[in-house]
């Protein structure tokens, strides 16, 4: 079964820091992993999908990686602003179109 | 578009009793849903995979007898918790995938269950 595991499990930074998120997955058969923030007590915000034949996706201030053989993602956030603040989750997508949560990472942006 | 709404936001229900959670695709058709548990501090765990118009598919671990999902049309599968504990407390998310794109899912706001 597909196991995922995001590090660091919390992350403090001041503000205007350049940080990156890690997250590791032990089957590389996946159609592809997905990027989500989401707010204490409220639903999720995708951020960036990568397709399994796609190496990285950008937005704005956000980028992530993607190693399929080796079985990791990286999601960079440049400039952290207070607003970033939040549980960063990825997820990878197996055969079957479902989804296989990491255990999440807590990012604090101090001000 | 491709916007899920669930329902209700937020319940509170007294132990013994059953609440049923809807799942709506407000914008497109849905073939499959996918319902998930999140814990307080943990991560989204898959439960139940429901093809519209077949029986759900349970994850492991999940009691189907307690957790009866129902997907009749192509916009909306409920979630019925039967007689709910305290220990069924939890975030419940429900995911739509639209017809004909297969690898594209769109995530409804959740739902907060509290069973006192």
């Known amino acids: 079964k597909q196991e995922v595991t995001q590090i660091p499990a919390a992350l403090s930074v001041p503000e205007g820091e350049n940080l990156v998120l890690n997250c590791s997955f032990t089957?590389?058969?996946?159609?592809?992993l997905q990027w989500f923030r989401q707010d204490p007590g409220k639903g999720l915000t995708s951020l960036l999908l990568?397709?399994?034949?796609?190496r990285e996706q950008t937005s704005g201030r956000l980028n992530a990686s993607l190693d399929k053989s080796s079985g990791r993602s990286t999601l960079y956030i440049a400039a952290s602003q207070p607003g970033d603040s939040a549980t960063y989750l990825c997820a990878v997508m197996n055969t079957g179109n479902q989804f296989y949560f990491g255990t999440g990472t807590s990012l604090t942006v101090i001000p | 578009g491709a916007v899920v709404s669930q329902h209700p936001s937020r319940v509170i229900c007294k132990s013994g009793t059953s609440v049923k959670i809807e799942c709506r695709s407000l914008d497109f058709q849905a073939t499959t849903m996918f319902w998930y548990r999140q814990f307080p501090k943990q991560s989204l765990m898959l439960m139940a995979t429901?093809?519209?118009?077949?029986?759900?598919?349970?994850e492991q671990g999940v009691e189907k007898d307690k957790f009866l999902i129902n997907h009749a049309s192509l916009t909306l599968s409920t979630l019925t918790v039967t007689s709910a504990h305290p220990e069924d407390s939890s975030f419940y998310i429900c995911?739509?995938?639209?017809?004909?794109?297969?690898?594209?899912?769109?995530f409804g706001p959740g739902t907060r269950l509290t069973v006192t």
């Open positions: 429901s093809n519209e118009g077949s029986k759900a598919t349970y």
């Open positions: 990568i397709q399994s034949s796609q």
């Open positions: 995911s739509a995938r639209a017809f004909g794109r297969t690898y594209e899912q769109y």
């Open positions: 089957d590389s058969a996946i159609y592809n």
